[in-house]
């Protein structure tokens, strides 16, 4: 069976601190993928990446981070110098073939990060 | 120009109605998709379509039926509304992309719709 875990339930940083929101996973398949959702208080889920099992490397775009590490089962989350506009829910996800064929991916949501930025 | 569409963003119902959202995804995706996000913000999968094929049916009562008139189109009609249907409810859509490592799907979501049963 899949979890995520992200651990904290809401966290309050200054503008321009640095954030870093965690994310815990659980899988048992090989082949998986793990993204970030950012869901802003309007309310709609805005993709911010996704991660293939198979590669590692870290992740840089703008002020925004991606630490992924298949030891620790972790796909970490940093924001750099931060901004009021950053303020939102964050949610990981993990994505598994539940079967063979197109469809059959299902995101496994985590319960969400909410991040609020003071000014 | 929205990617994936649905409509109405807000609904506000008596129990015992029945009530339909639609959903319309431009980004020619094969497989749509129907999640709901309950009141303390956990997202789960409902239904997922692939070609107008239901492929994933997570458990959800019969009064919700989904419909798939062709694969860009997924609409959720809800039967007998009760209270504990109050929800957001998002559509999405993916495409399988790549092959190998480097293949990928990425799910892309709608707005949500707001439904409350009173």
């Known amino acids: 069976a899949q979890k995520v875990t992200q651990a904290q339930t809401e966290i309050s940083v200054v503008e321009k601190e640095d954030v870093t929101l965690d994310c815990v996973y659980e899988?048992?398949?090989?082949?998986?993928?793990l993204f970030w959702y950012k869901q802003p208080p309007s309310g709609e889920l805005v993709f911010l990446i996704r991660?293939?099992?198979?590669?590692?490397q870290n992740e840089i775009s703008g002020r925004y981070s991606w630490n992924f590490q298949k030891s620790t089962s972790s796909f970490n989350f940093t924001i750099t110098a931060s901004q009021v506009v950053d303020s939102a829910v964050y949610f990981c996800?993990?994505?598994?073939?539940?079967?063979?064929?197109?469809?059959?991916?299902?995101?496994?949501f985590g319960k969400g990060t909410k991040l609020s930025v003071i000014p | 120009d929205t990617a994936v569409s649905q409509t109405p963003k807000y609904l506000v119902t008596q129990m015992g109605n029945d009530k339909s959202i639609k959903c319309e995804q431009n980004l020619g995706h094969d497989t749509m998709y129907w999640y709901k996000q309950d009141s303390k913000k956990f997202l789960k999968i409902m239904f997922s379509?692939?070609?107008?094929?239901?492929?994933i049916n997570e458990t959800v009562p019969n009064r919700f039926s989904p419909k798939s008139p062709d694969k860009a189109h997924l609409n959720l009609h809800i039967n007998s509304l009760e209270l504990g249907d109050s929800a957001v409810y998002f559509c999405?859509?993916?495409?399988?992309?790549?092959?190998?490592?480097?293949?990928?799907?990425?799910?892309?979501f709608g707005e949500g719709s707001w439904l409350t049963v009173v």
């Open positions: 991660r293939n099992s198979f590669d590692e």
């Open positions: 999405a859509s993916s495409q399988e992309e790549g092959q190998g490592e480097n293949s990928g799907n990425t799910i892309y």
């Open positions: 899988t048992r398949d090989t082949t998986y993928y």
């Open positions: 996800a993990l994505s598994e073939a539940q079967g063979s064929g197109a469809g059959s991916y299902q995101l496994t």
């Open positions: 379509y692939n070609n107008k094929e239901l492929i």
